[in-house]
């Protein structure tokens, strides 16, 4: 197992992947992406992959709503 992806055809929710895959490349049409605030590693990945910072969203974890976090939401240039 490398990792794995929570996604649909346009939006990746979540990517835990061993840095020598790429799940984008299976997923070519993922205009949006959100990393957790303050996961300086991830945003720098997909901004190298065409990606931007759009805005900061506030909420909560899906799947532990008990959890609030904020998220960079990046999409592609």
């Known amino acids: 197992m490398l990792g794995f992806a929570a996604c649909d055809k346009e ?3 979540w990517l835990y992947v ?3 895959a790429n799940a984008l ?3 070519p049409d993922i205009g949006e992406i959100e990393a957790l605030k303050g996961n300086e590693p991830a945003r720098a990945l997909y901004e190298s992959l065409g990606f931007q910072v759009a805005e ?3 909420g909560r974890m899906p799947g532990n709503e008990d959890f609030p976090v904020e998220v960079y939401v990046l999409r592609r240039k």
Request: net charge negative; hydrophobic share 35%.
């Open 56 to 58: 900061i969203q506030k």
């Open 18 to 20: 061993e840095p020598r």
């Open 11 to 13: 939006e990746l929710a």
């Open 25 to 27: 490349e299976q997923f």
